[in-house]
Nanobody, 123 residues
Framework: QVQLVESGGGLVQAGGSLRLSCAAS????????MGWFRQAPGKERELVAC????????YYADSVKGRFTISRDNAVNTVYLQMNSLKPDDTAVYYC????????????????WGQGTQVTVPS
């Protein structure tokens, strides 16, 4: 069993920055890919970014490339999402998820999910 707890969400003006954190516990954190997803009201959940087991490879959705950076620190069982140049379209609940896959990519199966943290960027 894996427990994931997100933090760092909030309200930020367009152009601002936020850093999300996801603390993991319950199994060896470094075992697989970690991902950040988001779901806006009325929209499907989408993959924002993911990172490989040891952080060597990453994947980003086109909508966040160049603005968001995913990273992980296996020593403290935490994955981060640095979000810069935020836009109103980034408003969503952001979820952290854990996969048993080793390499980062867009079609990985995620087995564990956090409860989510709200990010709001007013227009």
């Amino acid at each position: 069993q894996v427990q994931l707890v997100e933090s760092g969400g909030g309200l930020v003006q367009a152009g601002g920055s936020l850093r999300l954190s996801c603390a993991a516990s319950g199994r060896t954190f470094s075992s697989g890919v970690m991902g950040w997803f988001r779901q806006a009201p009325g929209k499907e959940r989408e993959l924002v970014a993911c990172i490989s087991r040891i952080g060597a490879t990453t994947y980003y959705a086109d909508s966040v490339k160049g603005r968001f950076t995913i990273s992980r620190d296996n020593a403290v069982n935490t994955v981060y999402l640095q979000m810069n140049s935020l836009k109103p379209d980034d408003t969503a609940v952001y979820y952290c998820a854990a996969s048993m896959a080793i390499l980062a990519g867009p079609n990985r199966k995620y087995d564990y999910w956090g409860q989510g943290t709200q990010v709001t960027v007013p227009s």
